[in-house]
């Protein structure tokens, strides 16, 4: 190895240990607990080297959203390769970002305060030009599958709609549905009889239908095709997860016992994946 290539990767794993280090005190004290000072005084490293790395709060909390962007699209290629329809390959995305969501909450939660024009303007160019090139990695197996579904047809676009249409309205789908429900232990409202992975897949394929990209939810047992997308392509993060509700389930008090009693049911934390 070069000396060039082992300075550049010494600078990129002290970069992963400030990010993990951020992530821990966010994982205590929230997003608006984090600051450069509690970073600087958890690592052995001083403050203008953490500034070499960040430019500022805003530019460190970009870089954390952006290593999730990472690992989400990692997630992502693993769903498109799913042997299946355009359709089916299309729902494991969807329980993809579910899993992002619970596996890696916090970075799940930075994607909307990425957009904040308070942040942008804080935030470095080169991390913005990342972002922003990690955005089409993202959405670009989404167009690749509209397109394949038109092609070989699966799906024929509405009148006055596009493909960036489907893709956008499959995310917002998503990600509201996922956004709503993901902390609903904590509240008292209709959403308590609502299980997240239920409702993504429920959505999703009242998307589809309305959409009629073929095969319809009446010609083809879409539950089964869950269960294979949990067992063949995510096995790891599916168990994980199990093991994340069963916790939850024997620990903690039912939603509908702590609404009775006026009290927050606790959430235990995701599991982290190393």
């Known amino acids: 190895m070069s000396q060039a290539s082992a300075k550049r990767e010494k600078l990129l794993a002290r970069e ?12 205590r004290e929230g997003a608006a607990g984090l600051t450069m000072d509690k970073v600087v005084e958890r690592v052995p490293y ?3 080297t953490v500034y070499n790395h960040f430019c500022s709060r805003e530019d460190l909390l970009t870089a954390i959203c952006n290593a999730g962007m990472e690992r989400l699209a990692e997630k992502f290629t693993r769903a498109i390769r799913f ?8 729902l494991a995305t969807h329980y993809a970002y579910l899993l992002h969501a619970l596996l890696d909450p916090i970075q799940y939660a ?46 024929v676009l509405p009148p006055r709609m596009g493909r960036r249409q489907v893709v956008f309205c499959n995310w917002a789908s998503c990600f509201g549905t996922i956004t709503l429900l993901i902390n609903n232990k904590s509240s008292c409202g209709g959403r308590f009889e609502l ?5 993504v897949f429920s959505h999703a394929n009242l998307l ?15 539950e ?19 093991q994340q509700t069963a916790t939850v389930s024997t620990d903690n008090p039912s939603p509908a016992k702590a609404c009775a009693e006026h009290r927050p049911v606790p959430v235990t934390k995701p599991p982290v994946i190393t």
């Open 16 to 27: 992963q240990e400030l990010i993990r280090t951020a992530l821990k005190i966010m994982a």
């Open 110 to 155: 930075l994607i909307i305060s990425a957009k904040t024009t308070s942040q942008i303007e804080r935030t470095s160019e080169q991390r913005l030009n990342t972002h922003y090139q990690l955005e089409k990695l993202l959405m670009g197996p989404a167009f690749e599958l509209v397109t394949e579904a038109i092609d070989n047809g699966d799906l």
């Open 224 to 242: 089964a095709t869950l269960r294979r997308i949990e067992t063949e392509i995510f096995p790891r993060e599916s168990a994980l997860i199990s």
């Open 83 to 90: 042997q299946g329809t355009t359709r089916e390959r299309l």
């Open 46 to 48: 001083s403050k203008g």
């Open 195 to 199: 299980d997240i992975r239920n409702e």
């Open 208 to 222: 589809l239908d309305g959409l009629q990209w073929r095969a319809l939810s009446s010609e083809q047992d879409y």
